[in-house]
């Protein structure tokens, strides 16, 4: 019989709704069956520019992805094959020369902030969450994040909020709010992590079922 190919799963929302978070907590209650694939890994490398420049960036749109290395990453997974990911810096905005292995497994849970936006990538998911998640809180955890892992400061990591990160939502992540499968809160708990879960597993069955 031949195999079916994984089920890409997409998690969608804003900067610090908590897709992280819930695509960890989905592969640990999927046991083993589920892989991690982020789409920050693919933000473009600006080592050509100065620091001066990459600072004045808006690091917020959906240009900043290299969007063709992350569609062969995903066209590798579909077909159960490994691959090599690329790192990537965001302290200094560059790519790093080491690469990261990838082994798909019979679910992929891939989160980001725009993967229902190119219609060659959406129609690559066979289901799709959006996280919902307030304006402070997803600026709360932006904060704790940036401060602690990325180098920044509180000024600077406010005002981009403010001047790029927001603006940007709003324009480019909340449409995709309407081409979710799922729409789950920010702030969802053990159970409603159980019935995503439930939801994936019965779709992986039907997927093996019909194979």
């Known amino acids: 019989m ?3 190919p994984p089920l890409l799963v997409a998690i969608v929302g804003g900067s610090g709704s908590g897709k992280t978070w819930l695509a960890k907590r989905l592969k640990r209650e999927l ?19 100065s620091p001066n420049r990459r600072a004045r960036l808006n690091f917020d749109t959906p240009a900043c992805i290299d969007w063709k290395t992350f569609h062969r990453v995903l066209s590798a997974a579909l077909r159960s094959r490994s691959i090599r990911l690329p790192s990537y810096d965001f302290k200094t905005h560059c790519r790093l020369s080491r690469q990261v292995a990838f082994t798909p497994k019979p679910i992929v849970l891939v989160e980001g902030l725009w993967l229902l936006r190119p219609p060659f990538l959406r129609r690559l998911f066979a289901f799709a ?12 955890r932006r ?16 005002a981009q909020f403010w001047k790029t990160v927001q603006p940007m939502h709003k324009k480019f992540v909340q449409p995709q709010r309407r081409r979710a499968d799922l729409i ?21 069955t039907i997927a093996s079922d019909r194979g």
């Open 184 to 204: 789950a809160s920010g702030d969802c708990g053990e159970r409603e992590v159980e019935k995503i879960a439930a939801t994936l597993r019965s779709l992986r």
């Open 143 to 158: 904060l704790d994040r940036d401060l602690h892992s990325r180098g920044r400061s509180p000024v600077s990591v406010r």
């Open 129 to 140: 969450v959006f996280l919902d998640c307030p304006i402070r809180k997803r600026l709360r």
């Open 2 to 4: 031949k195999k079916r």
């Open 31 to 49: 046991r083993g069956n589920a892989a991690h694939l982020s789409l920050d890994h693919f933000y473009r490398d600006r080592s050509d520019l």
